[in-house]
């Protein structure tokens, strides 16, 4: 007997058994490699949120997973799999890039919602592609994006060794920012207001990073867009059948997803870096996926699964550190074991705990 699960289970319960299996399952391989994993995890928590220090490089890692995380769920609400937030990603930053290399001189009220224009419009740009061609053409969307995070890391690549590189200089990256085109970090704005914390990257996008979770929440429960995607995810024939355009919704769901993956550029290229490097994005677009699964695509959910993959980030690197023994490939291996069993193997705690509540009389 299979029992309909309450929101809170599925929405809370199954992911957290679903990260304690993860965890347990890392606590073996760091034990088989000879460390104390009760010393590990405590390790990972008070290197990531023990101090200032850890809290403000969690929530800037976090920060850029949200951004790439609210892609992924976007495009998931209308069973589009946008696996090419790297490339989106990517985009966007020679689109913060272009605005801030021209704006640096002013001031950062006047660039920041013109860099926010240039990576939505330029993550928006790489998505449209892909999106018509899956829409017009039956290409499969999750085929061309990943063509598509290959073609943009060649451009970029191109870009910064032959266009904007500094005249003399070997290093592909283009010249640092003025201060009219650098974010106000943190602890600078509670400092201002008499808060002493430690100098991190964490910057002014952590709260633009909210309000587009506030935002895509708005989009997708309280905007006749946001049901029909929300429809057109559901039910593509029965979409049709109420008069939505398949097309149009394919490709605006991805230009907003594109936009929304370009987006991060704005916490690392503007708000951090002061310029445009090689490989900025590090991966991050691929961790917006695993972020989208354990957020179960809802902008909260996603905010949240962004802050462990950001303790997770931090932490890992104090453990790295202090347990020379566990490297950084071993970070990975636990995060690899998150989106194992938040993402493939879901359905291992799902069926027991909705036979659980079968048992109990149903999900009340």
Same mark, same amino acid.
């Given at each position: 007997?299979?029992?309909?699960?309450?929101?809170?289970?599925?929405?809370?319960?199954?992911?957290?058994?679903?990260?304690?299996?993860?965890? $347990?399952?890392?606590?073996?391989?760091?034990? $088989?490699?000879?460390?104390?994993?009760?010393?590990?995890?405590?390790?990972?928590?008070?290197?990531?949120?023990?101090?200032?220090?850890?809290? %403000?490089?969690?929530?800037?890692?976090?920060?850029?997973?949200?951004?790439?995380?609210?892609?992924?769920?976007?495009?998931?609400?209308?069973?589009?799999?946008?696996?090419?937030?790297?490339?989106?990603?990517?985009? %966007?930053?020679?689109?913060?890039?272009?605005?801030?290399?021209?704006?640096?001189?002013?001031?950062?009220?006047?660039?920041?919602?013109?860099?926010?224009?240039?990576?939505?419009?330029?993550?928006?740009?790489?998505?449209?592609?892909?999106?018509?061609?899956?829409?017009?053409?039956?290409?499969?969307?999750? +085929?061309?994006?990943?063509?598509?995070?290959?073609?943009?890391?060649?451009?970029?690549?191109?870009?910064?060794?032959?266009?904007?590189?500094?005249?003399?200089?070997?290093?592909?990256?283009?010249?640092?920012?003025?201060?009219?085109?650098?974010?106000?970090?943190?602890?600078?704005?509670?400092?201002?207001?008499?808060?002493?914390?430690?100098?991190?990257?964490?910057?002014?996008?952590?709260?633009?990073?909210?309000?587009?979770?506030?935002?895509?929440?708005?989009?997708?429960?309280?905007?006749?867009?946001?049901?029909?995607?929300?429809?057109?995810?559901?039910?593509?024939?029965?979409?049709?059948?109420?008069?939505?355009?398949?097309?149009? +919704?394919?490709?605006?769901?991805?230009?907003?997803?594109?936009?929304?993956? %370009?987006?991060?550029?704005?916490?690392?290229?503007?708000?951090?870096?002061?310029?445009?490097?090689?490989?900025?994005?590090?991966?991050?677009?691929?961790?917006?996926?695993?972020?989208?699964?354990?957020?179960?695509?809802?902008?909260?959910?996603?905010?949240?699964?962004?802050?462990?993959?950001? +303790?997770?980030?931090?932490?890992?690197?104090?453990?790295?550190?202090?347990?020379?023994?566990?490297?950084?490939?071993?970070?990975?291996?636990?995060?690899?074991?998150?989106?194992?069993?938040?993402?493939?193997?879901?359905?291992?705690?799902?069926?027991?705990?909705?036979?659980?509540?079968?048992?109990?009389?149903?999900?009340?």
């Amino acid at each position: 007997m299979k029992a309909t699960l309450p929101r809170w289970a599925d929405l809370a319960l199954i992911p957290a058994i679903n990260l304690l299996l993860a965890f $347990f399952f890392a606590g073996l391989v760091v034990l $088989f490699i000879g460390e104390d994993p009760i010393r590990a995890v405590r390790i990972l928590i008070t290197g990531s949120l023990g101090s200032s220090y850890g809290i %403000g490089f969690t929530l800037y890692y976090a920060t850029t997973f949200v951004f790439t995380g609210l892609a992924v769920a976007i495009a998931f609400h209308a069973s589009l799999f946008n696996i090419g937030g790297e490339g989106q990603a990517a985009l %966007g930053g020679i689109g913060v890039t272009l605005v801030c290399l021209t704006l640096d001189h002013t001031h950062w009220l006047l660039t920041l919602p013109l860099a926010i224009l240039g990576a939505g419009l330029f993550g928006a740009a790489w998505a449209f592609v892909p999106g018509y061609l899956q829409a017009k053409r039956g290409s499969h969307v999750v +085929i061309t994006t990943i063509m598509f995070n290959f073609i943009a890391s060649a451009l970029v690549v191109y870009l910064l060794v032959n266009v904007l590189k500094v005249p003399g200089s070997m290093a592909p990256e283009s010249r640092n920012f003025a201060a009219g085109a650098h974010l106000p970090f943190v602890h600078e704005m509670l400092a201002a207001v008499g808060i002493k914390v430690s100098r991190t990257p964490m910057n002014l996008t952590s709260l633009l990073a909210l309000l587009a979770a506030f935002l895509t929440w708005a989009l997708i429960w309280r905007t006749r867009l946001g049901y029909e995607l929300r429809a057109f995810g559901f039910s593509e024939p029965a979409a049709v059948y109420a008069g939505i355009d398949p097309v149009r +919704i394919t490709i605006v769901v991805m230009l907003i997803s594109g936009a929304m993956s %370009g987006m991060m550029a704005l916490n690392v290229v503007m708000g951090y870096q002061h310029r445009l490097v090689l490989d900025y994005v590090g991966g991050a677009g691929f961790v917006g996926i695993a972020v989208a699964l354990m957020g179960r695509s809802h902008p909260v959910g996603v905010v949240l699964a962004a802050i462990l993959f950001g +303790i997770l980030y931090q932490g890992g690197a104090e453990l790295a550190f202090e347990m020379p023994s566990i490297s950084r490939e071993m970070i990975v291996v636990i995060q690899a074991l998150v989106i194992l069993f938040t993402g493939a193997l879901e359905n291992l705690t799902r069926v027991p705990v909705e036979r659980m509540f079968a048992r109990l009389g149903g999900g009340g």
